[in-house]
């Protein structure tokens, strides 16, 4: 079973326009990590942020965690065509890395 | 290091074929993971290994499913049967280290289509 669920499921903008996905998950955790995956593709280790940390920023991106409400956000800022992908929070509540069902982000130029 | 390597990429075998997908991780990642991913899904915890041991395996794998990591480097995932429902990308992984959950780096990952 998933342990994270992302919201919304797809979310399509504008180039230039920010775009924020949220994870929520059921377990205590050590750390959150959100993952992209472009089409047919492997994914890729974006950020990861440690239960004891609030927000974390790598270069156009914020995650921010709250673990009383065992919820996170990934706001990608001045979004690009190139963001197009599906995004993914994975936890490790459950004593292995679990994987929500994702967000796919559209950017329309 | 190219990163974790996956073979084949893409396999079409009939229902009721055995198949084994290789996966190579990352040298000297101590922990090596396996996922299937369907189409619009997240990927899906099949099972992991710290070395050589196989720590966990999920409930959802029946005993059609097998992976074995020998002296705890490349590890093997053999489906026996293919069944039309075992259709979908296997991703191996790996990761650092012994303690808490870190950055896990992927394979491209092995598309099956089971005819």
């Known amino acids: 079973s998933q342990q994270g669920e992302e919201d919304p499921q797809a979310l399509s903008i504008q180039e230039g326009e920010n775009a924020t996905m949220n994870c929520s998950y059921k377990?205590?955790?050590?750390?959150l990590q959100w993952y992209r995956q472009n089409s047919g593709r492997g994914l890729v280790h974006l950020i990861l942020?440690?239960?004891?940390?609030r927000e974390k920023h790598s270069g156009r991106l914020r995650v921010t965690l709250d673990t009383s409400k065992k919820s996170s956000s990934l706001l990608i800022t001045a979004s690009r065509a190139a963001d197009t992908a599906s995004y993914f929070c994975?936890?490790?509540?459950?004593?292995?890395?679990?994987f929500g069902q994702g967000t796919r982000l559209t950017i329309n130029p | 290091d190219t990163g974790v390597s996956q073979d084949p990429r893409h396999k079409i075998t009939k229902r009721g074929q055995n198949v084994t997908f290789r996966c190579d991780p990352i040298?000297?990642?101590?922990?090596l993971y396996w996922y299937r991913q369907t189409l619009g899904q997240g990927p899906e915890f099949l099972t992991y290994?710290?070395?050589?041991?196989?720590?966990?395996k999920s409930r959802l794998l029946s005993d059609r499913f097998s992976a074995e990591r020998p002296k705890g480097s490349f590890s093997t995932l053999e489906i026996q049967r293919t069944e039309q429902g075992d259709s979908a990308m296997y991703l191996c992984?790996?990761?650092?280290?012994?303690?808490?959950?870190?950055?896990?780096?992927f394979g491209q990952g092995t598309r099956l289509t089971v005819v």
């Open positions: 992984a790996s990761s650092p280290g012994t303690g808490g959950w870190t950055e896990a780096f």
């Open positions: 942020i440690r239960s004891n940390e």
């Open positions: 377990t205590s955790i050590n750390n």
């Open positions: 994975a936890t490790d509540g459950a004593q292995k890395l679990v």
């Open positions: 290994f710290q070395n050589e041991a196989q720590l966990e």
């Open positions: 040298s000297e990642h101590n922990r």
